[in-house]
C-alpha cells in the first residue's frame, strides 16, 4: 500500500482532459500534485469509449487544449478525431507535459473523507493506496458511470456482450455476426450501428426515442492547412471563451420566426451544409426557446432526413411526422452515413416503444410480441448516469459525516458547479450544475481549471486551510440554474440532460443553460471579490 502523505497539495481523480490540465496548472504554480485514475492509462472518455466508430463530435481545433507547447507540434488528420487518435494525442500530451509521472493508474478512488482536524481529505483508493491531500479536485467527466437497464435475464445471453463504455480495447470481431444494438440510438449507438452496419450479417436496432442525428461532414485534414492556420490559434482559444457554447462561432443574432421563409431556407441550408454542431450551436437564437420556432427546424430536418431513406416505415421510425421531442434539446448526434445504413437489408428496426423488451435469454432478446430476435453479439448503447454519477459513485464523507450521494438523492445542490457546502476543499469539474453538456468540452474545463487552480493559489498564499461554499449561496446558484432552464424547452425531453434517464433520479435540468461566456464572468467576479459565498478560514 503506497501511502501519499500529508505534504500532498492536491489530489486529482481523472486524467482525462480536465486531470491532466489541472496537474499542468497546479504543478505549474509550484504545488505538489499527484492523480489517482481507475483506468490503465490516460485519456479518461477516450480510455473507456473504444466501441467501433467512437470519435468526437466536436472539431478540433476546439477540442483540443490551448497549451502552446502542445498544440505547436500536433496535428490531427481528421476535422473529428476518432478514439485512436484522441489516445495517440494523449499520449502527445505525456510527451510534451511528461504527466504520467505523477499518475497512478489502476487506481479507482473509493471514499474520500473530510478531517476536520487536519484540514485535509482522506482519500482511499481500491487497490489500497492512500491520500491526504489539502485539496481534492474531481475530474471525472460527465459520463463515467456507465448505464446498463434492468433487463431480466441479462446474465443469462451466451453470445458476445459490452457496454459501449466498456469496450474491451482488442478488437471484437463481429463481421457476419447477428448483431442486435440496444438502444442504438443515443451519440454512442448511432457511431457503432454506422460503423459495423455495412460489414455484419444482420444488424437489429431497438430504438425507444430516435436521435435527430444531424450530419458531421468529416474531413480529411494536412498538417500544412493546420500549420497555415495555427497564428489563430490563440485568439481562437480566447474566442471560445467568449460565445454561448464554448466554440468560436455562435448564435444567430436574430429569431427564426423573424426570418422570411426565403431567409430561413437559404440559412439553414448553409448551416446543414457546414456540417458539425453548426445546425445547433449556430442557428436561430429561439431554437430551443420557442417551440413553434423549433417545430420549423425540426421540419427542415426531417425532410433531410427522410430524403435520405428509402422505406416509409424506416422514414416513419427515424424522422416521425410528430417530433419525439423538440429539436437541439435532447443531444443530437452527428452522423456521417447513419441513416444510408437504415436502407440496407440486412438492417433491422424494433420500436420498442410499441414492443418493449421482456427480457433477454441465452440466444437473444425477446419482446413482447413473444418474438425471439436471435443474435451473436447485443451492443449495449445504453448511456449514463451523467453529470452526477462519476462524483456519488464514490462514497465521498463531508464535514458532518453525511455522503454527496444522499446531500443530491433529491436534487444537485452546488456553488458553481464546482463545489457543494459540507465539502470543504473539494472541487469537481465538467460536472452537474456547470456549462458542462451545453458546452465544448475543453472550453469548460479549461475555465473552470483556471479558476480551482487561482483558488488554490490563493488559499495557499493566504495561509488559508479551508474553503467551503455557503448554503445560501448554493440555493441561490441551484436556483439559478434551474430558473434559466425554464426558459428553453429541454424539460420537454426525456434526457440525460434531465437526469431522466435514471429511474429513481431526481428530474432536473443539470447543466448551466445561460451561455459559457456569462458563466466564466460570474465565476471571475466571484473570485475578484475575495470568494464571495465561500466561508474561508
Ligand atoms: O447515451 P444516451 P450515449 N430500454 O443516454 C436507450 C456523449 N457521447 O452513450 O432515448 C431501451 O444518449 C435510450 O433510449 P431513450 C454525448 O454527450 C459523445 O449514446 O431514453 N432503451 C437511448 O437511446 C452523449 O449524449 C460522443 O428513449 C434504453 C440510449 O439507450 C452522451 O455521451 C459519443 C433503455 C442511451 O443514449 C451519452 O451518449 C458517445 C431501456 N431500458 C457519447 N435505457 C461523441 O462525442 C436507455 N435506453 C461522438
Not at 481562437?236 to 464554448?246: A, H, V
Not at 431554437?287 to 430524403?307: G, H
Request: proline share 5%.
Amino acid at each position: 500500500m503506497k501511502d501519499h502523505n500529508s505534504s500532498l497539495d492536491v489530489l486529482i481523480v481523472g486524467s482525462g482532459f480536465a486531470g491532466i490540465y489541472q496537474l499542468y496548472q497546479l504543478r505549474k504554480l509550484g504545488y505538489s500534485v499527484h492523480i489517482f485514475d481507475a483506468a490503465g492509462d490516460t485519456g479518461g472518455t477516450w480510455y473507456w469509449n473504444c466501441y467501433p466508430g467512437a470519435r468526437v463530435d466536436s472539431e478540433i481545433p476546439f477540442y483540443e487544449l490551448s497549451i502552446q507547447d502542445v498544440w505547436k507540434g500536433w496535428a490531427w488528420t481528421e476535422r473529428f478525431p476518432g478514439w485512436k487518435e484522441l489516445r495517440k494525442y494523449f499520449n502527445y500530451l505525456d510527451e510534451k507535459l511528461n504527466v504520467k509521472k505523477d499518475i497512478s493508474f489502476n487506481t479507482r478512488v473509493v471514499s474520500a473523507r473530510w478531517n476536520s482536524s487536519s484540514d485535509r481529505w482522506i482519500v482511499t483508493a481500491e487497490n489500497g493506496q492512500v491520500a491526504h491531500p489539502r485539496f481534492l479536485i474531481l475530474c471525472t467527466g460527465f459520463s463515467s458511470m456507465p448505464y446498463v437497464p434492468d433487463f431480466k435475464g441479462l446474465e443469462s445471453f451466451e453470445g458476445i456482450c459490452h457496454h459501449t463504455a466498456r469496450w474491451p480495447h482488442e478488437d471484437v470481431d463481429m463481421k457476419g455476426k447477428r448483431v442486435g444494438v440496444i438502444v442504438g440510438t443515443g451519440a454512442s449507438g448511432v457511431q457503432v450501428i454506422q460503423e459495423i452496419g455495412p460489414e455484419v450479417g444482420h444488424l437489429t436496432v431497438f430504438q425507444r426515442t430516435p436521435n435527430l442525428a444531424i450530419p458531421m461532414r468529416q474531413e480529411k485534414l494536412s498538417r500544412e492547412s493546420q500549420e497555415k492556420r495555427k497564428g489563430l490559434y490563440p485568439t481562437i482559444y480566447k474566442r471560445r471563451r467568449q460565445t454561448y457554447t464554448g466554440y468560436y462561432y455562435d448564435r444567430y443574432p436574430k429569431s427564426t420566426l423573424e426570418a422570411t421563409p426565403e431567409e430561413r431556407l437559404l440559412y439553414l441550408e448553409e448551416l446543414w451544409a457546414q456540417g458539425g454542431f453548426h445546425f445547433i450551436t449556430s442557428n436561430y437564437n429561439d431554437l430551443r426557446t420557442n417551440q413553434e420556432a423549433n417545430d420549423e427546424i425540426y421540419a427542415f430536418w426531417r425532410q433531410k432526413v427522410r430524403e435520405r431513406l428509402h422505406d416509409p416505415y424506416m422514414q416513419e421510425k427515424l424522422a416521425p411526422t410528430i417530433p419525439p421531442h423538440p429539436f437541439g434539446v435532447k443531444r443530437p448526434c452527428l452522423e456521417q452515413h447513419y441513416y444510408e445504413v437504415f436502407n440496407q437489408s440486412n438492417v433491422t428496426l424494433v420500436d420498442l416503444d410499441e414492443c418493449p423488451i421482456t427480457e433477454i435469454t441465452a440466444k437473444g432478446i425477446r419482446t413482447a410480441d413473444g418474438v425471439e430476435h436471435e443474435l451473436d453479439a447485443i451492443v449495449l448503447a445504453t448511456g449514463f448516469d451523467s453529470l452526477t454519477g462519476g462524483i456519488t459513485q464514490i462514497d465521498i464523507k463531508g464535514v458532518d459525516g453525511g455522503t454527496i450521494a444522499e446531500k443530491w438523492k433529491p436534487g444537485v445542490y452546488s456553488y458553481l458547479g464546482m463545489t457543494s457546502a459540507n465539502f470543504p476543499n473539494l472541487f469537481f469539474m465538467y460536472g452537474p450544475q456547470g456549462p458542462t453538456a451545453f458546452c465544448n468540452g475543453p472550453t469548460c474545463l479549461e475555465i473552470q481549471g483556471d479558476w480551482i487552480a487561482n483558488c488554490v493559489k490563493y488559499m495557499i498564499e493566504n495561509n488559508y486551510t479551508r474553503i467551503e461554499a455557503d448554503a445560501k449561496a448554493e440555493q441561490d446558484w441551484r436556483q439559478r440554474v434551474l430558473d434559466i432552464s425554464a426558459r428553453g424547452l429541454w424539460s420537454k425531453a426525456k434526457s440525460w440532460y434531465m437526469g431522466a434517464n435514471i429511474p429513481g433520479k431526481a428530474i432536473e435540468p443539470l447543466n448551466w443553460a445561460g451561455g459559457v461566456q456569462n458563466y466564466d464572468r460570474i465565476c471571475i467576479e466571484i473570485a475578484e471579490k475575495g470568494y464571495e459565498g465561500f466561508n474561508i478560514r
